[in-house]
């Protein structure tokens, strides 16, 4: 135990933070403390700025500090075509890894009943809005392949086929640079029934 | 790249603490702004108070809300027996892992002349002052067994020694549960110097 009560505080504070537990939480403290008291502030400014500013998206429900988030409203993008994520981190996974041009619908979860997250939760209504509005041609789902994850994938799968728009799935199966030794068998599978012609 | 700056802002602002990359600080990021502001506003918070009110200990130089921390303040530390460490983290490891009842004194630091950190930085006038004063009888040094952390032992020592106290070092060796074939030569080299009878 530290002498000090504010030292502890903000020790236990950090502990909020995901994969920090009391060694890191601190070291992070004293670190701060010692060495880095403008980090420090910085940081708690850009809390404070971000808690205060940062919303959802009204268009695709991402991270936005405007009412219309810079991707949606990007004269660049292609608006005929629509990705839907679970989360805001995702979007930025596949803008850093990929040359998708379209836009993106995040469902900020996925459908689980027994946790009370329904369509209503996801924005499926908007989703659906958008579906029949005219403007989007096809629907590309990035939706995680856990249970719930399937399940949402298929409920928003089948509002797409509704609106005739065309539907297709990211591949899902062994990773590069992965070994079949390793790979678990529900992967391995997913992997064989997508197999592609090799051409 | 996330559409929002002040996302990415929070981002970088995370990147000041010792052991986030990337990854993490974006993992932190989405994870308070999407499920846990509570906890951000409170972090922040503790942020704040403790930049605002957290200095040092005016006698034992260890972190501290108030002039005199708790630990220096305390009737019921032994105050013939002063520990010398590194760190304020340091005091909080020997409090926790075991029973001594004596004061600190933590020097912030250890000599390393080329880094322009000589005595006066490391606070030994005051030390010295403390080891003449004759309430101190007993000196532990619990200082890291680096290169620069061996030179300040040693001159810690002699300064101890001039004011007539006996010093002790703790004892650097095999760690419990280590094993010797993953001991480094110098920890084993250490450990055969400092071997203790059986009795």
Same mark, same amino acid.
């Given at each position: 135990?530290?002498?000090?009560?504010?030292?502890?505080?903000?020790?236990? +504070?950090?502990?909020?933070?995901?994969?920090?537990?009391?060694?890191?939480? #601190?070291?992070?403290?004293?670190?701060?403390? #010692?060495? &880095?008291?403008?980090?420090?502030?910085?940081?708690?400014?850009?809390?404070?700025?971000?808690?205060?500013?940062?919303?959802?998206?009204?268009?695709?429900?991402?991270?936005? !500090?405007?009412?219309?988030?810079?991707?949606? &409203?990007?004269?660049?993008?292609?608006?005929?075509?629509?990705?839907?994520?679970?989360?805001?981190?995702?979007?930025?996974?596949?803008?850093?890894?990929?040359?998708? #041009?379209?836009?993106?619908?995040?469902?900020?979860?996925?459908?689980?009943?027994?946790?009370? =997250?329904?369509? +209503?939760?996801?924005?499926?209504?908007?989703?659906?809005?958008?579906?029949?509005?005219?403007?989007? #041609?096809?629907?590309?789902?990035? =939706?995680?392949?856990?249970? !719930?994850?399937?399940?949402?994938? $298929?409920?928003?799968?089948?509002?797409?086929? !509704?609106?005739?728009?065309?539907?297709?799935? =990211? +591949? $899902? /199966?062994?990773?590069?640079?992965? &070994?079949? !030794?390793?790979?678990?068998? /529900?992967?391995?599978? $997913?992997?064989?029934?997508?197999?592609?012609?090799?051409?």
């Amino acid at each position: 135990m530290s002498g000090s009560r504010r030292v502890q505080q903000l020790m236990e +504070a950090f502990r909020c933070l995901p994969g920090v537990g009391p060694k890191s939480a #601190q070291r992070m403290t004293y670190t701060l403390l #010692q060495r &880095d008291r403008e980090g420090a502030s910085r940081l708690a400014d850009a809390l404070l700025t971000a808690i205060a500013e940062v919303g959802e998206c009204q268009q695709c429900r991402s991270l936005s !500090e405007t009412a219309i988030c810079a991707l949606c &409203d990007s004269e660049r993008r292609d608006r005929s075509v629509l990705c839907v994520v679970e989360n805001p981190s995702d979007v930025q996974m596949i803008e850093e890894a990929t040359d998708f #041009q379209g836009l993106y619908f995040v469902l900020q979860g996925r459908l689980s009943p027994l946790d009370g =997250i329904g369509p +209503a939760e996801l924005g499926l209504d908007r989703l659906e809005a958008r579906f029949v509005a005219g403007e989007v #041609q096809e629907v590309i789902l990035a =939706i995680n392949p856990t249970v !719930e994850g399937e399940a949402t994938a $298929h409920y928003v799968a089948s509002m797409a086929r !509704e609106a005739q728009l065309s539907v297709s799935r =990211i +591949a $899902h /199966g062994v990773p590069l640079g992965g &070994d079949l !030794e390793f790979v678990d068998s /529900g992967t391995l599978s $997913h992997a064989f029934a997508g197999r592609m012609p090799l051409v």
